[in-house]
């Protein structure tokens, strides 16, 4: 199963390339999901995290983060599933962070099998949704630090 979804920002890219990096970005968005943080080392290479969601009870979900290019113009690094509950048998979900111009993409691109192909397909919605808000969210959260930096 696939899922990939673009989100424009009218921010300083370095902004949004360091709250990638920065572990309250991630606490805020999982806030209001039904999802735990237990741990996060980051995003390079081998760095992990340990997250719990709830779906019919708290499940483990850990992933290791492969660091892939940081620049002037651009950020990447993806999450692979080392450890996935409710049968899912594979985990990617590859971010990047890109400067356009005086604009910054956000592209989240998520795979993700599950070992049953039906079953696959019933949890499509709930594992894409976390990611789905986030075009809302992203756009929340960047503009409160554009608003909060006029005003400084």
Do not use: C
Request: charged share 25%.
């Amino acid at each position: 199963m696939k899922y990939t979804q673009n989100v424009i920002l009218n921010n300083d890219f370095s902004i949004v390339k360091n709250s990638f990096q920065d572990i309250k970005f991630l606490q805020y968005l999982i806030k209001w999901q039904p999802v735990k943080l237990i741990s996060w080392d980051g995003i390079k290479n081998n760095d992990k995290a340990h997250l719990k969601i709830w779906f019919l009870g708290w499940k483990d979900f850990k992933v290791i983060h492969k660091f892939n290019e940081e620049s002037d113009i651009i950020l990447s690094f993806t999450d692979i599933g080392n450890h996935l509950p409710l049968g899912l048998s594979h985990w990617e979900h590859h971010h990047i962070i890109k400067k356009k111009n005086t604009k910054v993409v956000v592209t989240d691109d998520l795979k993700f099998e599950h070992q049953y192909y039906l079953i696959g397909l019933l949890l499509y919605v709930p594992l894409i949704f976390p990611i789905f808000i986030r075009k809302f969210f992203y756009k929340i959260y960047f503009k409160k630090i554009n608003n909060h930096d006029k005003k400084d």
